[in-house]
């Protein structure tokens, strides 16, 4: 079999597609309250444990919604670049915040690159992770 591998591009584009298509209120399937504005999928599509739930509702790309609703709202290609530029930079500043973190010690606290205020960091004495809180929320891991 000869299996063709798609380009970064072609993932890419097919990533936006999806984005593009996708409400959103959409909380994904496994929360609580999968539409954040309280459509009730399951009373309108049946329970999510149902074989090709995810094809019969209409919060996503499905093949075979249920219903149209009345209630979803799409992001534009502008929404979905300003959430990605967000992401991009929140990683950068995880990053940023982890090398600057001294490989040895139980605690401290380095310069945010967010806000410039600081970052509170502990090290785990019993497995070594590694978590990390600005005071401001611009960075917050466990590693
Ligand atoms: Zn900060």
Redesign the pocket.
């Known amino acids: 079999m000869n299996r063709v591998i798609p380009t970064r591009e072609e993932r890419d584009a097919a990533r936006k597609a999806k984005k593009l298509a996708t409400c959103k209120h959409w909380n994904g399937a496994l929360g609580p309250r999968p539409c954040a504005v309280g459509v009730d999928l399951v009373k309108r599509c049946g329970p999510r444990v149902q074989t090709g739930w995810l094809n019969a509702i209409p919060c996503l790309d499905g093949a075979d919604p249920a219903f149209v609703c009345e209630a979803k709202v799409t992001p534009t290609l502008e929404d979905i670049e300003a959430q990605e530029q967000r992401f991009t930079e929140a990683a950068a ?1 995880t990053l940023s915040v982890m090398a600057a973190i001294p490989s040895e010690g139980q605690s401290g606290k380095v310069t ?8 509170h960091w502990r090290r785990s004495s019993y497995n070594g992770h590694l978590s990390a809180t ?6 917050a891991f466990i590693q």
């Not at 945010?112 to 970052?119: A, N």
């Open positions: 500043r945010c690159p967010g806000c410039g205020g600081f970052v600005c005071v401001v929320g611009c960075v």
